[in-house]
């Protein structure tokens, strides 16, 4: 399989900066492997959504995937008791490309 690129939405920056270092070593280490399989076992299609999820520890990682440039977009990291609402609220986070 081909390697996919990976992009991170500016305000995903914002997100890493809040997360504790040594939980922040394992979500990059994770993010990375998608670039490689980015449809890892235990990956799940988010529901009325073109996008993905993947877990790391309490932390949630929302990415699409655009398989004919093969691209990943990382859209979103946040706790996994905060993740969802604030998906819902955004409704930015369905346009990828900024």
């Known amino acids: 399989m081909a390697g996919y690129k990976i992009y991170f939405r500016q305000s995903v920056l914002k997100d890493l900066a809040k997360i504790p270092k040594r939980q ?34 309490s932390y949630r990682i929302i990415y699409s995937i655009q398989d ?9 990291i946040d706790h996994r008791g905060e993740i969802y609402r604030k998906l819902d609220k955004d409704q930015s986070y369905g346009n990828v490309h900024e």
């Open 68 to 76: 004919d440039e093969l691209t990943i977009w990382i859209v979103k």
């Open 24 to 57: 922040l070593q394992r979500i990059i280490k994770r993010i990375e492997k998608l670039a490689d399989d980015p449809r890892p076992r235990g990956c799940e299609k988010i529901s009325g959504q073109d996008r993905f999820r993947i877990r790391q520890g």
